[in-house]
């Protein structure tokens, strides 16, 4: 009898721990991997690649990823200098795929210029005067962080393959070409120094399409990037202040060292300081 009880109580149980594991499967089965992240950086200036692009701008952004496809958009708001002259909008739009460290997406870069979205002449790279001075560029990146986590190096390589890239001296598309690599190192107090050193291979838009040097070198480090950078995270909320501070050594010399509102997009010093704040949620 004490054996027909205790074989009734294991079925018993059996049966009643069915639905539990049946809901706890189609929970997983039902999980969308999907991770969306929504935020904004408020920047003293917008800088980029060695490159003073304008003064004080907000540089909102969201990004959808599911198993590291994603898509996302990036825009700047802001004004040509501190003056606020000339409101210069711009809206990147980025698919790509990001996994186990290797990155590879492709970005359009439109500016809000009455021009067409998909520049006149794409790859026959016709001059200036007749492309619109939107692009995109194909970009191939590592990070070494997301397989070994105590070593924190990347390297990125960003191409422009379409659009306003026309170099006037071999009358061909230029290829522009960035080429990046960075590493983080991590500080008492929970401070984040980023560390990188920007280059671009050949004659291109860095470098305005013509030698680097007098001695017609053709490679440039154009920058040489420092960012100290505090960040607070609060379940799904994230927030960071940081300053940064950038030097092109391209074209170098004493007349465009320092930082003037008459030379801004020749000078080779920049700093800028900002905060982030974004929200990520997963499904």
């Given at each position: 009898?004490?054996?027909?009880?205790?074989?009734?109580?294991?079925?018993?149980?059996?049966?009643?721990?069915?639905?539990?594991q049946?809901?706890?499967?189609?929970?997983?089965?039902?999980?969308?991997?999907?991770?969306?992240?929504?935020?904004?950086?408020?920047?003293?200036?917008?800088?980029?690649?060695?490159?003073?692009l304008?003064?004080?701008a907000?540089?909102?952004?969201?990004s959808?990823?599911?198993k590291?496809?994603?898509?996302?958009g990036?825009?700047?708001?802001?004004a040509?200098n501190?003056?606020?002259?000339?409101?210069?909008?711009?809206?990147?739009?980025?698919i790509g795929?990001?996994?186990h460290?290797?990155?590879?997406?492709?970005?359009h870069?439109?500016y809000?210029n009455?021009?067409?979205?998909?520049?006149?002449?794409?790859?026959?790279?016709?001059?200036?005067?007749?492309?619109s001075?939107?692009?995109?560029?194909?970009h191939?990146?590592f990070?070494?962080?997301?397989?070994?986590e105590k070593?924190?190096?990347r390297?990125?390589w960003?191409?422009?393959?379409?659009?306003?890239?026309?170099?006037?001296i071999?009358?061909?598309r230029?290829?522009s070409?960035?080429i990046?690599?960075g590493?983080?190192?991590?500080?008492?107090?929970g401070l984040?120094?980023?560390?990188?050193?920007?280059?671009?291979?050949?004659?291109?838009y860095y470098?305005?399409?013509?030698?680097?040097?007098?001695?017609?070198q053709?490679v440039?480090?154009?920058?040489?990037?420092?960012?100290?950078?505090?960040?607070?995270?609060?379940?799904?909320?994230?927030?960071?202040?940081?300053?940064?501070?950038?030097l092109?050594?391209?074209?170098l010399?004493?007349?465009?060292?320092?930082?003037?509102l008459?030379?801004?997009?020749d000078?080779?010093?920049?700093?800028?300081?900002?905060?982030?704040?974004?929200?990520?949620?997963?499904?």
């Amino acid at each position: 009898m004490k054996k027909t009880l205790l074989v009734l109580a294991l079925t018993l149980l059996g049966v009643s721990a069915c639905p539990f594991q049946a809901y706890a499967e189609d929970r997983e089965y039902k999980e969308l991997g999907l991770t969306l992240e929504v935020g904004a950086d408020l920047v003293s200036s917008y800088l980029w690649r060695g490159q003073n692009l304008g003064g004080m701008a907000i540089q909102p952004m969201v990004s959808l990823d599911w198993k590291g496809l994603y898509v996302s958009g990036w825009a700047n708001i802001g004004a040509d200098n501190w003056l606020f002259e000339d409101i210069t909008p711009e809206l990147d739009i980025t698919i790509g795929y990001d996994n186990h460290g290797l990155q590879v997406d492709l970005t359009h870069l439109y500016y809000f210029n009455n021009e067409a979205y998909f520049p006149k002449g794409g790859f026959k790279a016709l001059p200036d005067d007749t492309v619109s001075s939107s692009s995109m560029e194909a970009h191939i990146g590592f990070r070494l962080g997301d397989i070994v986590e105590k070593v924190p190096l990347r390297l990125d390589w960003y191409t422009t393959i379409f659009g306003n890239d026309y170099n006037p001296i071999t009358q061909k598309r230029a290829w522009s070409t960035y080429i990046e690599v960075g590493y983080d190192f991590n500080l008492p107090l929970g401070l984040v120094l980023g560390a990188s050193v920007g280059i671009t291979p050949w004659l291109g838009y860095y470098s305005n399409y013509q030698e680097v040097w007098k001695n017609a070198q053709t490679v440039a480090i154009n920058n040489v990037n420092l960012r100290l950078e505090r960040d607070f995270e609060l379940k799904h909320l994230f927030l960071g202040v940081w300053g940064e501070m950038m030097l092109n050594c391209y074209g170098l010399d004493k007349t465009n060292l320092t930082t003037t509102l008459e030379n801004k997009f020749d000078q080779r010093l920049n700093w800028r300081i900002g905060a982030s704040l974004y929200f990520g949620s997963e499904w």
